[in-house]
């Protein structure tokens, strides 16, 4: 009796584990049935996170253009030590489709002025996707300029890109 269960057990783990390798082979390795974290669920979609790049002394003409995150013009500046937790300062920054002067004040609200005297912080917006099969393009868009005076969105963007009308 002992054996024949043995046998079954064994039977019905190799069916389980053939099924398992047939989606995984289907899926290009990416099958995951009961996932809820997004690099599981939305691999290979395009997406938006957020950083700060300390621009202080980067001269003007180039704090507004767009740049790889290995080329920047400037130091990224870690928001924690702000006491800015990164995941809500990303959602802040790519789900926020209008910028009103309350929006962008609550940017600087969040790092205090006091931490910008006589500094200057791009908040900026990097956008990654896939390239073909195995490559990923990454850029990372200057979207407001932060100081202890005030925010300022960049000149070289459409205004449309920072106030969504409804259709």
């Known amino acids: 009796?002992?054996?024949?269960?043995t046998k079954r057990g064994m039977k019905v783990?190799?069916?389980?584990?053939?099924?398992?390798?047939?989606?995984?082979?289907?899926h290009e390795g990416e099958f995951w049935p009961f996932s809820i974290y997004?690099?599981?669920?939305?691999?290979?979609?395009?997406?938006?996170?957020?950083?700060?790049?300390?621009?202080?002394?980067?001269?003007?003409e180039l704090i507004w253009q767009v740049q790889e995150p290995g080329n920047l013009h400037g130091r990224p500046v870690p928001v924690r030590q702000y006491g800015v937790d990164q995941?809500?300062?990303s959602n802040f920054m790519s789900k926020t489709e209008n910028w009103t002067s309350?929006?962008?004040d609550a940017v600087l609200a969040m790092f205090g002025?006091?931490?910008l005297a006589n500094r200057r912080w791009i908040?900026?917006?990097v956008h990654g996707q896939m390239i073909g099969r195995?490559?990923?393009?990454?850029?990372?868009l200057p979207w407001l300029l932060l100081t202890e005076d005030g925010v300022y969105r960049n000149p070289e963007l459409p205004e449309s890109d920072y106030i969504r009308r409804p259709e």
């Open 134 to 140: 195995d490559s990923v393009a990454v850029e990372v």
């Open 38 to 60: 997004p690099m599981f669920s939305q691999a290979g979609n395009p997406w938006t996170r957020a950083m700060v790049i300390d621009v202080t002394d980067t001269d003007d």
């Open 102 to 104: 309350d929006r962008m």
């Open 1 to 5: 009796m002992r054996e024949s269960l």
């Open 123 to 125: 908040a900026a917006k």
């Open 113 to 115: 002025s006091h931490n």
């Open 13 to 26: 783990l190799g069916i389980v584990l053939i099924i398992y390798a047939a989606l995984v082979a289907t």
């Open 87 to 89: 995941i809500d300062y």
